[in-house]
Structure formats: structure tokens, C-alpha cells
């Protein structure tokens, strides 16, 4: 009978992380932050010990910083960064190679115009039921879900991260999107997809770069060509 | 082929034509009752309006072997029918034969009319020919009639008695009688039938006066039967009759996975003492047009012996098929099905289709191939030729393939489609219905030859959940449809002026969907089960506004086909569960709505960008799209949409239901 407890307590504690593997709760804040619950368009303040579902979202002020625990690891989010939660997860690899496809699919040919004079520079009805939110122009959500993306190659979120670099330089826009697409190569290089980084750097220059950042790509792209 | 296994079945069957007694169908025998469900050219022997079920030319020919009868196995009936039109067949058995004898001991006397006479020595009872006419009077109604003329005879014995000195008399009688039969297909699983036996019982030649009790006396009896099919393969039927008898019996197609074999079992109950009198069961086998049956019927009861009966125990029969002097026998028959005329040039073996027919879609099969039928050119050369398929009543001219060439002794699938008119959207209920294939030779425009096959419709609220077949629920030109959507714009038309364009899209979405939760409520609809499937009933929008309310997919068309109607782009969002809800469903359906913004503006309609979806639409740009969860009705646009959202980011974002397959997304244009 014993034995059986000590059995069944050992499932229970193994088990228990495993269940709660993908509960995500506000371990600290420091700074600023925010978190808007599912659809709302309201954002509310964050708090220690707040859990999180994955339709939330979270975004941090200058200077701040937020640490998660997600499961049994811990995340952090570093300041000015906006963060999907449900983000914070891996997929498999057929997985993100189809997202891919279908996101290919749905940017060609590419629909936005080609001036930039109509997109609008802040956020109308931010105001909405908001009460202690900081104002976020347009083009700062871009760097910000940026920013969000850095967090998630940093803790190995390799695949989400190469979802929401893409989907953020699509719907946003960046002026120079150099950055952006070169972490989408390392997040390529890093998930073995060697092919999809070479491609990365490829597209990369068809940009306007200097000199130097030419030969670095150039150099990458060489590097890589070799583990074809 | 056939023609050549026919053969030998028949000369087996006519092989000892001695007497024999067929009680009814071989198949009725099997299932105990044939009233409701009849089949073949034998159902002059039961309901005749089952003559309607002969494509062309029909001939059967059965054996019956009778126990406790000193002649054993003998010729039952050979029988023909022939389909003069659409609507009408007639058909004429005929039974060689003696078909019951009655053997008496002969050394007795009885007294009648004054005087002794010598008890007889044998009745005989001959049913020697059958007619039958069956007319469908509409698609679920027909009415049938058979006809039969029976001789009797009576032979006294040779020797010893006052009236007939010396020598053996024999006597003569005879008569016609007439049987009435209905049927009425309640729906593709359920039918009904009603047969008057004797209804008209006309009488031709008498035995004399002190020999009268012996005549055969036909009794007028009430029967009503049901069938029901169970499913594509179990078929129950059942008979109450007005001699207080219950009849259950059932047949079972396809069984241990062979597509050709029947099996069938009945039960024949009485009110007697013995409540069940008999049981009975039966194989069948088909190969191509010829259908071979066998049944056995076995009483529980003690049977009259039909030789040797005690002068004084004889019951006048009122029946010749079921008495108690029937006995257990088996009986056999073999029917095939000809074609009439020379053998055609090309011949359909065999048709299939490849679905049911739902009315709602009844478009798609001007386009779509609705079945097939496998042809065969029967001649040494190669033929044109073309094939046409025609639904009276729901199609108002039959659907012609484009020419085809056969080359000699080819055997071909030819697909066909149908243009059904829109009397198919009258269709409430499902219903099988007659249809019509037949190929002609090209050049002539000649039929060669003609198949007469069920097809099944379905109700027109019938939808199968594809979410393809959904769009075409969406009526947006249906006036009502119109009217509702227009007049909701209108009651507000200062303030969508006064709006900036880039608001407009979402707030006639907002104004149409809320006028839409003044008048709608949710309520979940029960499925439908026929005797195939378990279906889905959706509603066309204008029974939504009519009926004010319905469950999500009624709620999702309804408002989709408001939308569409005013220029607005839709698409179904299609999501199927691992696990049923509490309601017992495992799937899901709710809507986008195009705002024909370009994705770059989601910041003048909301602060949450994921409430918006960026999608293409029909003009191939991207756009924003509104996911709205029209079971929300009551609580508002704000509340419908939110939630359609979160749906949204749950089932394809999160869980990435397209990439898996559990989410489908159809446009609606």
C-alpha cells in the first residue's frame, strides 16, 4: 500500500509541471507594463502573479522589463517590446514551413500601396476604455512587436519568432528592415533551415546597404552555402 | 450470359410439374409480408402496384416443395410483365398446374339437398392464371389491381353409393376475383401499402346444389403493411390484416459483405391460441439482371393433413393460398430481367451515382457528374453514341453527354450530369425518385437501350456540413433579404453620411447585425436522421426572419446573405472539433465580413489589430475582414464580434486549425 502512495506521488510530481507546462505567470515587473486580455482593446496594468492566456497580450514601457514563467523556464521581456503570449511556444517544423507557404501565398503580390503617405501615424480609438495605457504611435507597434520577436529568439522561440518578424515587417512596415530580416535568417539558420536563412540573406540584398553590411551578408550567405 | 444461366434455371424448374401450391411471392414468403414494399413480376401474387419496380420486360418461373403431400416438388408459376409506359405496368401469370389438392377418405356419405350423395374423393383448385396492372398516380402514390381466375373440381369415388352408381362424377366450378392494392412512399425510408384481397369476387360456373359447401369462398381481407428501412442494407416490414393476424418480417441485403446476397425472415402471429402460426426464411442472390429466391415456411400449428381428410373435419377454404391445409414447403423462383427488342448496340450494364441529391446545390450537377452509368458496346464495330438522364418532374428535359465512341466489346463508365429544374426546391422531404438513363446511338438518335434506377433527393433544408454546400443557403437577392438589410441602412443613413468612408464598412455591418439581434434568437436545431445519414437542416435567411431565430449555421447565412446583399464580401469559417460540445456537436460555423479596407487601415476600426483578419478577397487584394460569431445574436455586434475574433485567433492562429485541416474558410461571393 505504501509502495503504491510512493508511486502515486511521484507521478504527481512529475506530473504536475508537465500539466502546467503551459501556464504563463508574472514572476516580476520592473517598470511600466500592460496586458490586454484577449480581444479587448482595453490595456490593463500588469501585475506579479497575474496568469496568462495565450489570446493575451502584454507590452512593456521604457526602461521596464517583465519576467514570465512559462512552465518550468522563465521568459523575459525586455522594455518597449509588445508581446502575444500565445507566441510563446514551439512548432513543428512541417508546421512553420506551411504557415510559411500560406503566408507566401497571401503577401504575393503585394497589396500595400506604394506610397507611404496612407498609414496613419497613430492609433485612432486607442483611447477606447483605456485608462492607464501610455500612448503608441503606429509605426512604434512595429518596433515594439520587433522587439517582442528579439525576446523570443533569445529564449530558442526560433519558429515564433520567424512567424512574427514576418507577419510585423507585412502588416507594419519598417523603414529598414535590415535587422528584422536578419533575424529571421539567424532563426532559419538555427532551426537547421539552412536554405530558407541563404534565401533570408538573399532578400535582404535587394535592400539599400552599405558597404559593409553588403559583405557581411555576402560572407553569411557563402557560410551557409558551404552546409548545403 | 445471362440469358444462357436462365436457361437451366427455368428447365430446372419446370423439371416435375406436378402439383404445387404457391402461397404468395417467394420473396413475400421470406419477409411474411409483401404489402408494403413488393418487387418484381411475382407481386401479383401480393400487392401488384410492385409490378412498377419492371424496368422493361420481366419473366419469373417458381418450383414449390410441399411436405406432408405425397407430391412433393413441383411447377409453381411461370409469370411475365412488360412496362408499357413511365407510369404503368401490366403483367399474367400462369400455373400449369394443379395448384392445391385435397384428398378425402372416400368411403363415407353426406347428406345435403335432400338426398345422400357419396363424400368426395378430392378437391382440386386450380389458380390458373394471374393478371396484374400497376399505375403510379404521382411520386409517392400508386394504385394496383390483379385478377385471377381459379378453377375447382370435385371427383366422387367410383363405386357403392345411391347417386352415383358405377361410375366416378366429376365436377366443375370457377370464378374470378380481384385484389386492390395502394402504396404510399412516406419518405425514402418509409412506406406504406394496403391490399384488399377478393375485393370482387365474381363467380362463373357452380358445382351442383348438394356440393356447394365444398366452393372455394374467397374472403375479402384488409391488409395494411409498413416497411421501413433501417439503413442501406436492413429493410423491417410489417402487416396487420383485418383477419386479426400481425405479419413481422425483415430482409437484409449485403450480408457477410457479399453485395448480392438477401437474407430475409418472417413471422406470421395470430390471436389463436398459438400465437405465432409460422415462420419462414429466405435467401436471395442476384447476378446481374437474374434474381434467384428460395423461402421456407414452416408451421407451428397442427396442419390440417391435405390428404387423407376425415369426411365432416373439412373447413370450407376461404383462402387457397393460406389455410390450414397449407403445409411447410419451400419454394423457389428465378426472375429475370430482358430487354425488349433486338439486342441493343449499347447496352448499360450497370449505374451509379455518386451521391444523394440535396436541392440546395442542384446547380452544381448541370456540372458536375451526379453518377455514372458503366456502357457496353455489344457489336464487332465501333459506335457513337450518347447518353441522357432524365428526372420527370424535377427536370424539364432529359441531360445529354457529348457524343462518345465505343471501340467493338468496350466497356465504358460514362459520367453523367442532370440540370433539375427548380421544382426540386419544392422537395421537403427525402424521397426516391425514378430516374431514367438511357443510350442512343449517335447517328439515329435511337434509344438502345433504357434503366430505369432510384435516385435519392433530399429535403431542401438538407445539408451534409460541407461548408461548400453552406453557400449556397445564402440567397442575398431573395427580396426579403433585401429589404431587411437596405432598411436597416436607411433608418440610419444621417449617420453613416456623417461617418469618414474607412467607418462605414464596419458600421453597416454593426447596424445590419443588431437590427438582425432585435428580431433573431439562438437556438440549437435537432439533426436529421433518415435511414442513410444523420443530416444537418439549415434554413434559407428568409425562414430565419420568418421563423426568428435559428442555430449557427441558420444564423451565419442569414446574416451573411444580409451582407452579400449589400455588396459586402463574405466567408463561412468552417471549424471541425476533436470532441462534441455539450450540445453533441464536434463542429462549428461563423462568418467573416470583407470591409474592403486595405489591411494597412486596422487602426481607424480598432485598437486590437487581431480583431481584424487580412485576407484576400474576390478582387485579389488584401483586405480586412470582421469575424463576427452570429450565435451571439442577443448580445450585440460588439459582443459578436469580439468573440468571432477570439475564435479566430484560437482556431487558426493558435492552434492553426488550416495548416492541421480542422478549419476551412469558403468565401461566399
Redo the contacts between chains.
Keep these: 500500500m505504501k509502495l503504491r502512495m510512493c508511486i502515486a506521488m511521484i507521478f504527481l510530481v512529475i506530473l504536475v509541471p508537465v500539466v502546467r507546462a503551459n501556464t504563463v505567470t508574472v514572476v516580476s515587473i520592473k517598470g511600466y507594463a500592460e496586458v490586454r486580455r484577449g480581444m479587448s482593446e482595453r490595456w490593463i496594468m500588469l501585475h506579479v502573479g497575474d496568469v496568462l492566456k495565450p489570446e493575451d497580450t502584454i507590452r512593456t514601457g521604457e526602461d521596464a522589463e517583465v519576467t514570465l514563467k512559462v512552465g518550468l523556464s522563465m521568459f523575459s521581456l525586455p522594455s518597449f517590446a509588445i508581446l502575444d503570449v500565445g507566441d510563446i511556444r514551439h512548432l513543428g517544423r512541417n508546421d512553420l514551413l506551411l504557415k510559411l507557404a500560406m503566408e507566401e501565398i497571401r503577401g504575393l503580390p503585394d497589396s500595400r500601396p506604394s506610397t507611404g503617405n496612407a498609414t496613419p501615424t497613430v492609433m485612432h480609438g486607442r483611447s477606447r476604455g483605456s485608462s492607464s495605457s501610455y500612448p503608441v504611435t503606429y509605426s512604434e507597434i512595429g518596433i515594439m512587436r520587433l522587439e517582442g520577436a528579439r525576446a523570443l529568439f533569445r529564449h530558442k522561440y526560433y519558429e515564433t519568432t520567424i512567424l512574427t518578424v514576418k507577419s510585423t515587417l507585412h502588416r507594419y512596415g519598417l523603414r529598414n528592415p535590415l535587422a528584422a530580416r536578419r533575424l529571421v535568417a539567424r532563426a532559419f539558420e538555427r532551426l537547421g533551415l539552412v536554405q530558407q536563412a541563404i534565401d533570408e540573406y538573399l532578400g535582404c540584398l535587394s535592400l539599400e546597404l552599405s558597404r559593409a553590411e553588403k559583405n557581411d551578408i555576402q560572407r553569411n550567405i557563402r557560410r551557409l552555402e558551404k552546409q548545403l | 450470359m445471362v440469358r444462357y444461366t436462365l436457361l437451366p434455371a427455368l428447365v430446372f424448374l419446370c423439371w416435375h410439374p406436378l402439383s404445387s401450391q404457391t402461397i404468395y411471392s417467394v420473396r413475400g414468403i421470406a419477409i411474411g409480408t409483401e404489402t408494403a414494399d413488393p418487387a418484381h413480376v411475382s407481386s401479383v401474387y401480393s400487392n401488384p402496384v410492385g409490378l412498377l419496380t419492371v424496368n422493361n420486360w420481366e419473366f419469373t418461373s417458381s418450383a414449390v416443395g410441399a411436405f406432408n403431400n405425397a407430391e412433393a416438388f413441383g411447377f409453381g408459376m411461370i409469370g411475365v410483365a412488360y412496362r408499357f409506359s413511365e407510369n404503368e405496368v401490366g403483367a399474367l401469370s400462369y400455373t400449369p398446374t394443379q395448384e392445391f389438392l385435397l384428398q378425402f377418405d372416400n368411403t363415407s356419405i353426406h347428406t345435403e339437398a335432400g338426398g345422400l350423395w357419396p363424400y368426395p374423393s378430392a378437391l382440386e383448385f386450380r389458380d390458373r392464371f394471374r393478371i396484374g396492372f400497376a399505375r403510379r398516380l404521382s411520386d409517392e402514390v400508386a394504385l394496383g389491381i390483379s385478377g385471377r381466375w381459379v378453377e375447382e373440381f370435385l371427383r366422387t369415388p367410383g363405386s357403392g353409393y345411391l347417386q352415383s352408381p358405377g361410375n366416378s362424377a366429376s365436377y366443375r366450378a370457377s370464378l374470378w376475383s380481384f385484389n386492390l392494392g395502394f402504396s404510399y412512399n412516406v419518405n425514402a425510408s418509409v412506406k406504406t401499402g394496403a391490399l384488399i384481397d377478393n375485393i370482387l369476387a365474381v363467380r362463373e360456373a357452380y358445382f351442383p346444389d348438394h356440393y356447394r359447401q365444398f366452393e372455394y369462398r374467397p374472403e375479402k381481407i384488409v391488409r395494411i403493411g409498413g416497411a421501413y428501412k433501417y439503413s442501406r442494407e436492413l429493410t423491417f416490414t410489417a402487416e396487420v390484416n383485418s383477419r386479426f393476424a400481425v405479419v413481422l418480417g425483415y430482409e437484409q441485403n449485403n450480408v457477410f459483405d457479399l453485395p448480392d446476397f438477401t437474407v430475409r425472415q418472417g413471422f406470421w402471429m395470430t390471436t389463436s391460441s398459438n400465437p405465432i402460426e409460422a415462420l419462414s426464411i429466405g435467401l436471395g442472390y442476384s447476378y446481374k439482371t437474374v434474381q434467384f429466391d428460395a423461402a421456407y415456411v414452416h408451421f407451428l400449428g397442427q396442419r390440417v393433413p391435405s390428404n387423407g381428410i376425415l369426411p365432416g373435419s373439412f373447413q370450407p377454404l376461404s383462402s387457397l393460398h393460406w389455410n390450414p391445409y397449407t403445409t411447410n414447403q419451400i419454394t423457389a423462383s428465378v426472375t429475370y430481367a430482358y430487354r425488349s427488342g433486338s439486342e441493343p448496340l449499347v447496352r448499360i450494364e450497370d449505374v451509379q451515382f455518386f451521391s444523394m441529391v440535396f436541392p440546395v446545390n442542384y446547380r452544381v450537377h448541370a456540372m458536375r457528374p451526379l453518377g455514372y452509368a458503366r456502357v457496353r458496346n455489344t457489336t464487332d464495330k465501333t459506335v457513337s453514341a450518347r447518353l441522357s438522364f432524365f428526372v420527370p418532374k424535377l427536370m424539364s428535359m432529359p441531360t445529354n453527354t457529348s457524343q462518345f465512341y465505343l471501340n467493338p466489346h468496350e466497356i465504358r463508365d460514362i459520367p453523367f450530369t442532370a440540370e433539375f429544374n427548380e421544382n426540386i426546391l419544392s422537395v421537403h422531404e427525402e424521397s426516391f425518385r425514378d430516374a431514367r438513363i438511357a443510350v442512343m446511338e449517335a447517328e439515329v438518335n435511337n434509344y438502345t437501350d433504357i434503366e430505369y434506377k432510384k435516385v435519392l433527393i433530399l429535403g431542401r433544408n438538407f445539408w451534409n456540413g460541407d461548408p461548400l454546400m453552406l453557400k449556397y443557403f445564402v440567397t442575398p437577392d431573395e427580396p426579403r433579404v433585401k429589404a431587411f438589410a437596405r432598411k436597416a441602412l436607411y433608418e440610419n443613413i444621417d449617420f453613416l453620411e456623417s461617418l469618414p468612408p474607412e467607418r462605414q464598412p464596419l458600421e453597416k455591418a454593426r447596424l445590419v447585425f443588431n437590427r438582425l439581434a432585435n428580431l433573431l434568437s439562438y437556438y440549437a436545431d435537432e439533426k436529421t436522421f433518415t435511414s442513410l445519414e444523420e443530416f444537418d437542416r439549415v434554413q434559407y435567411p428568409s425562414e430565419t426572419l420568418d421563423l426568428r431565430g435559428g442555430d449557427c449555421d441558420d444564423l451565419t447565412v442569414c446574416y451573411s446573405a444580409l451582407m452579400n446583399s449589400l455588396g459586402f464580401e463574405t466567408a463561412f469559417v468552417d471549424v471541425r472539433y476533436d470532441s462534441v460540445d455539450e450540445n453533441g456537436d464536434n463542429a462549428h460555423i461563423y462568418l467573416l465580413v470583407d470591409t474592403k479596407l486595405?489591411?494597412?487601415?486596422?487602426?481607424?476600426?480598432?485598437?486590437?489589430?487581431?480583431?481584424l483578419v487580412?485576407?484576400?478577397n474576390s478582387t485579389?487584394?488584401?483586405t480586412l475582414w470582421i469575424p463576427v460569431e452570429p450565435t451571439l445574436i442577443t448580445k450585440g455586434f460588439d459582443a459578436a464580434w469580439?468573440?468571432g475574433?477570439?475564435e479566430y485567433?484560437?482556431d487558426v492562429?493558435?492552434m492553426?486549425g488550416?495548416?492541421r485541416g480542422n478549419v476551412k474558410i469558403v468565401d461566399v461571393y
Design positions: 486595405p489591411a494597412y487601415v486596422w487602426s481607424s476600426l480598432t485598437s486590437n489589430e487581431r480583431k487580412v485576407r484576400r485579389n487584394r488584401e469580439e468573440q475574433a477570439l485567433y484560437r492562429e493558435l492553426l488550416q495548416l
